[in-house]
């Protein structure tokens, strides 16, 4: 593997870590003085601020776009669901770039585009910053990632349900299966209970489930 720098000097680096799950690497050169930036993990994109995508769309070489928050919490099918959702324009290309906001911290990895035709429509998607913080200190230190699982099938729990339920609104997941020998089965959660907090936290939705549950260190 070779880092090429913007002003063309050319670095070998090896890989330390990848992590199939969201898509991201650590890689390692050798050297001193690099400038850098930092991962923001104490501020909160909010819907409408403006950002900056940077990357390489096709090829073409380093590239700035702007646009704003559009979402945040997205789940776009992945093993992941907790995306920023950025109109700043993401092309092929674009993927592990960096996402600034006016103050120029890293808020988020560029990572995904949505798209029906190969090229960017206006609908990008960014690993928020806290989340690629942990899983690169992570890959830092072992190489790998260990996600939080329970083994359970889970889904929404919709107004229908709360009511026949008994529940006041509707929110948390319900468990529509369990994994034989799975973390959920040993700790005694059966089809169709519902999940409504995790280590004290209230879970809105499935997806905040998954969320919660994959932020959990493994064994916890």
């Known amino acids: 593997i070779t880092v090429t720098l913007k002003d063309e000097r050319e ?12 898509d991201l690497a650590v890689l390692k050169v050798e050297g001193r003085n690099f400038p850098y930036v930092e991962f923001d993990t104490t501020t909160k994109p909010r819907v409408g601020d403006w950002v900056i995508a940077i990357g390489n769309p096709f090829g073409l070489g380093g590239s700035a776009t702007a646009g704003i928050v559009s979402a945040e919490g997205r789940d776009i099918g992945g093993q992941l669901a907790n995306f920023i959702q950025i109109d700043a324009p993401i092309n092929p290309g674009n993927s592990g770039g960096p996402a ?3 103050s120029g911290r890293v808020i988020g990895v560029n990572t995904a585009i949505f798209t029906r035709t190969g090229g960017n429509i206006g609908i990008g998607f960014a690993i928020p910053a806290q989340l690629a913080d942990q899983i690169t200190k992570q890959l830092m230190k072992t190489g790998r990632v260990a996600y939080g699982w329970l083994g359970v099938t889970i889904q929404d729990v919709n107004r229908d349900l709360a009511e026949s339920l008994g529940l006041p609104e509707p929110r948390g997941a319900i468990i529509s299966s369990v994994t034989p020998d799975g973390p959920a089965a040993k700790g005694g959660l059966r089809g169709g209970d519902v999940v409504l ?17 994959g932020s959990l260190r493994a064994g916890m």
Not at 11 to 22: C, N, Q, W
Not at 202 to 211: E, F, I, K, N, Y
């Open 11 to 22: 670095l070998k680096a090896r890989v330390v870590g990848t992590d199939e799950r969201s």
């Open 100 to 102: 600034f906001d006016l």
């Open 197 to 213: 907090s995790v280590d004290g936290e209230t879970v809105r939705d499935a997806s905040d489930l998954t969320r919660k549950v």
